[in-house]
């Protein structure tokens, strides 16, 4: 009776850990890839992946302000 109460505890523990492997690997094979909002010399803030005058540095305050402000 003890060994086949063994038996079962060691089953059941290889299929958890099995389990465990397995679901880590799927989590990592379907999470989404992110994309970074950083960029050389500018931060995509709504992350559409094109450079707008109120993100762009190199364009005059008053007029990324104005951009900023009609986006609102």
């Not at 060691?10 to 679901?23: A, D, G, K, N, R």
């Not at 890839?33 to 109120?54: P, R, T």
């Not at 540095?57 to 402000?69: A, G, S």
Request: charged content about 20%; some cysteine.
């Amino acid at each position: 009776m003890q060994l086949k109460n063994n038996i079962y505890k060691l089953s059941f523990l290889i299929t958890f850990v099995v389990f465990m492997v397995c679901q880590n690997s799927i989590a990592q094979t379907y999470q989404p890839k992110m994309k970074s909002i950083y960029h050389k010399g500018w931060i995509d803030l709504n992350k559409h992946g094109v450079i707008d005058i109120y993100e762009d540095p190199n364009q005059p305050t008053e007029k990324r302000i104005d951009d900023l402000l009609s986006k609102m």
